[in-house]
């Protein structure tokens, strides 16, 4: 069942209005029909969405290109290359790769990380957006903590009544930001 489109546009303008996001630049984690990263785009952003069902893909493109409304939809998982999930008693949890996992790869070694086939950089994106299962809430916020820059958002649709808005804090094992961005 897909978010509520008016729900979700009243979270993504408030914090656009806050000036919250530290970029204008936005990513819907398992787009689906694409709503939300039209309505992010309608509110200014450059809009990305991630699907990983081609027939989804296929509608969602169709409807933003019908609407006049620019987006890049791409056929893909918003796991990034060499991230997985793995299934465990309380849910699923995120498998981070063995290179950001050790201490001596530095940022330049490792170059900006980057979903296939897009140009910008995952520390580019200011604004996260998702509606995942349940089970892979914590997946979600656990990739937000691995992947996104410095004082990036999280809006994280849980029902159309629980909407809950995250910010990515420098802290404790923080990944090292690759374009030097600072709080
Ligand atoms: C609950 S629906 C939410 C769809 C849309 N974001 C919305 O708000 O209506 C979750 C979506 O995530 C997609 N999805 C699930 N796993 C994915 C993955 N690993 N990568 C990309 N999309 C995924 C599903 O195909 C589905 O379209």
Same mark, same amino acid.
């Given at each position: 069942m897909p978010s509520v489109p008016e729900r979700v546009f009243a979270v993504l303008a408030e914090v656009t209005r806050r000036k919250l996001?530290?970029?204008r630049v936005f990513c819907e984690w %398992?787009?689906?029909?694409g709503t939300a990263t039209c309505l992010a785009a309608l509110l200014g952003y450059k809009a990305y969405g991630l699907e990983i069902d081609a027939e989804l893909v296929r509608r969602s493109r169709a409807l933003a290109r019908r609407l006049g409304i620019p987006v890049t939809i791409l056929c893909?998982?918003?796991?990034?290359?060499?991230y997985a999930a793995s299934a465990g008693v309380d849910g699923v949890a995120l498998v981070v790769p063995e290179s950001v996992r050790a201490?001596?790869?530095?940022a330049e070694a490792r170059g900006p990380l980057r979903y296939a %086939?897009?140009?910008?950089?995952?520390?580019?994106?200011g604004l996260f957006f998702a509606y995942p299962w349940p089970e892979e809430r914590e997946l979600m916020l656990q990739l937000f903590e691995a992947v996104a820059r410095a004082r990036a958002l999280l809006v994280m649709y849980h029902t159309d009544t629980d909407i809950r808005v995250w910010r990515k804090v420098a802290g404790e094992g923080e990944l090292e930001d690759p374009h030097g961005h600072r709080p």
């Open positions: 996001p530290p970029t %398992g787009s689906g029909f893909t998982s918003f796991l990034p290359a060499g201490h001596t790869d530095t %086939g897009m140009e910008i950089a995952i520390t580019d994106i």
